[in-house]
């Protein structure tokens, strides 16, 4: 006995609605646009609230170990940016010879600094302000000198505290 061919699979006999979510309806037009401006007034607000939130937590001043470098390794008339662990340092060795070390924290909202070799100026990169080798500010919007830190010479060595 032969079986009969039958190349199509037998058809549903009950159809059933597909695509449906499940526990309620397809989100509207409207839910999407509410959705999105939601996020955006978040973005909003917490781009708004960070500088302020920044401004109003102390400044890090630079406090912690001592750094210490080799006095050969800050080349006269320049600004060295020297760590240990997570204290960052300026150290200035002026043309007249003299050694200085500054905090290399910002105290516009706390960035860190660097020298500009080109403008001779110590440099925050976020907002444009801007220091002489004295830590004097020169422009932008830092409110105040750089915090002014101890160095001792200890041989041919810096020591920055
Ligand atoms: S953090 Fe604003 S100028 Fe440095």
Not at 83 to 92: D, M
Request: hydrophobic letters at 40%.
């Amino acid at each position: 006995m032969t079986q009969p061919m039958n190349p199509q699979p037998p058809l549903p006999t009950v159809l059933e609605p597909v695509g449906e979510p499940a526990g309620g309806s397809a989100p509207t037009r409207r839910d999407v646009m509410d959705y999105a401006i939601g996020v955006v007034a978040a973005t909003a607000a917490v781009a708004a609230a960070y500088p302020a939130v920044r401004f109003l937590s102390p400044v890090p001043t630079g406090k912690g170990g001592p750094v210490t470098l080799r006095l050969a390794d800050v080349p006269k008339g320049t600004v060295t940016l020297a760590t240990a662990g997570e204290r960052s340092v300026l150290v200035v060795h002026n043309d007249e010879g003299a050694v200085r070390a500054f905090s290399a924290t910002c105290p516009h909202l706390g960035c860190g600094l660097r020298w500009d070799e080109d403008e001779r100026l110590i440099r925050c990169g976020c907002h444009g302000g801007r220091f002489g080798m004295d830590g004097r500010v020169v422009s932008g919007p830092p409110p105040r000198a750089l915090t002014e830190l101890t160095v001792d010479m200890v041989g041919d060595k810096v020591v920055v505290t």
